[in-house]
């Protein structure tokens, strides 16, 4: 492999020249991945004037002129893609077999509300520990470390013998889970510049619609011919070839590791929470996040009891709701870069609002009307995180996207976590086994995207200007 100087085009592109045209130019090296800042300085003089009509502009503009883009970027996004599928899946997992616990464990709602709510507790904990030091080290052997460590704690989730075992490993799964999310979006926000995140997020975020259409079903069914264990082992096996491809295919990301850039833990507090637009981003996400799982950890309880739904036909659920969220994901994604996060995150959040009050009332109804019901929920209500996690992610400068992630991560599973279990607090069980009180958690969700709605216009973002640097094979 020889080494190759990236043109002074896209050097100028990846120096972080922003709308005014100011910055230094830096030129990137790659060997086998690893990418390397070889030198900086001003730009240099401006080149001649391209012709004016759009046919002899594209005859004078050489090929590295076109806009900088990481070689084999999609393998690499669909790696973080898997590694947010596993555990998303070993998250997700828990809700529909939530059925299934509460009969074999004899717990009711509040019960099963706190194991989910353990998870991201401990997540959120972890999260916010991890914040102090994640940026001293390279991404990707973080990556990698946590990784293992939620292989360990997945599998030790699928040998525990009662509901106390099993709340611990939930507890040790989150800890380690709860990072890895807040660091794969670090890594897709340092590879990837703002102007076509929104697009890279929507196919690492498409791992929660591939966990509905292929992760949960599966699991169920191997749930239903084998036991509530068998999911666990195997996503801990499948995990393992993640964690192999992973190795191989993430490059080293250590530039936000320089020396000289690390903070002490208050510094570090000050650097991410004395910022007014860091703290409206966390708030943004989350009541966000509060909008969603106040409903989704009891929606298959409430379908199963409430609405008539047999526990088979679950996974038929999740399948379309996820399939069509999966096609939708890429177009909202796109259309996010095209005419802004912000514009079509109030779309979203708007029409959502139907589909949330909607399956939040359902009365006992055949399943053909169930499934596409509930499709306009998971196109519509998940739907609104790709744009929200493209507009946070550039709320921030890129020395402390890091922290700020691992904070975000911590923060989203502190919301997720009060939201699961306030709305355990809110519904009940009636004695004929049917939930109660799930339509006012419908409101509660109505309430929170309303107040998103108000949030998402006090976010600036502060790095429209900087794009990934290129890397020049």
């Known amino acids: 492999m020889r080494w190759r100087l ?9 120096g972080g020249l922003g709308e005014g045209g100011a910055g230094p130019a830096r030129a990137i090296l790659i060997d086998c991945g690893s990418v390397v800042v070889a030198g900086s300085g001003s730009a240099p003089d401006s080149p001649d004037p391209l012709p004016a009509s759009p046919a002899a502009r594209r005859a004078a503009t050489p090929p590295s002129a076109a806009p900088p883009r990481v070689p084999r970027e999609l393998p690499l996004l669909l790696t973080l893609a898997a590694v947010q599928f596993t555990h998303v899946v070993d998250f997700m997992i828990m809700m529909p077999l939530g059925p299934q616990f509460m009969r074999l464990f004899a717990i009711g709602p509040q019960q099963f509300g706190f194991m989910v709510s353990a998870y991201t507790f401990a997540a959120a904990a972890s999260g916010f520990v991890a914040a102090f030091w994640i940026d001293r080290f390279d991404r990707r052997r973080a990556l990698l470390g946590l990784y293992a460590g939620f292989i360990g704690a997945t599998a030790l989730c699928g040998i525990a013998p009662d509901y106390p075992l099993l709340l611990m490993a939930r507890i040790v799964a989150g800890m380690f889970g709860g990072i890895l999310g807040g660091l794969v979006f670090a890594i897709v926000a340092d590879l990837v510049p703002y102007a076509r995140r929104a697009t890279a997020t929507a196919v690492v975020a498409a791992a929660f619609s591939l966990s509905a259409v292929a992760g949960v079903p599966l699991s169920l069914s191997i749930a239903a011919q084998f036991s509530w264990r068998a999911p666990f082992l195997a996503l801990a096996a499948l995990s393992v070839v993640v964690g192999l491809a992973a190795m191989r295919l993430i490059p080293p990301l250590a530039a936000h590791a320089a020396p000289g850039t690390r903070r002490r833990p208050l510094n570090q507090l000050r650097a991410i929470f004395g910022v007014g637009n860091h703290r409206r981003a966390f708030a943004f996400m989350t009541v966000l996040m509060c909008s969603v799982f106040a409903i989704v950890p009891f929606l298959a309880a409430y379908n199963v ?64 009307w169930v499934v596409p019901l509930s499709v306009l929920f998971f196109v519509f209500v998940p739907g609104r995180f790709g744009p929200a996690a493209a507009l946070v992610s550039g709320s921030v400068e890129p020395r402390l996207r890091g922290s700020f992630m691992s904070f975000n991560a911590s923060i989203q599973q502190l919301a997720s976590g009060i939201a699961s279990l306030t709305a355990g607090l809110i519904i009940g069980r009636a004695p004929d086994g049917t939930l109660t009180h799930f339509g006012a958690v419908g409101w509660l969700s109505v309430g929170c995207t309303l107040c998103c709605l108000w949030l998402v216009r006090r976010i600036r973002v502060v790095d429209v200007g900087a794009a990934a640097a290129p890397l020049v094979p």
Do not use: W
């Open 6 to 14: 990236a043109s002074c085009d896209n050097a100028l592109s990846a």
């Open 305 to 368: 009891a409430n609405v008539g739904v047999a526990e088979a036909d679950l996974a038929m659920i999740y399948f379309a709701g996820g399939a069509a969220s999966l096609v939708t994901a890429q177009v909202i994604g796109r259309l996010a870069d095209r005419y802004g996060k912000q514009r079509l995150f109030t779309i979203l959040a708007l029409i959502s609002i139907g589909p949330i009050l909607v399956i939040t009332h359902l009365p006992p109804l055949p399943l053909s």
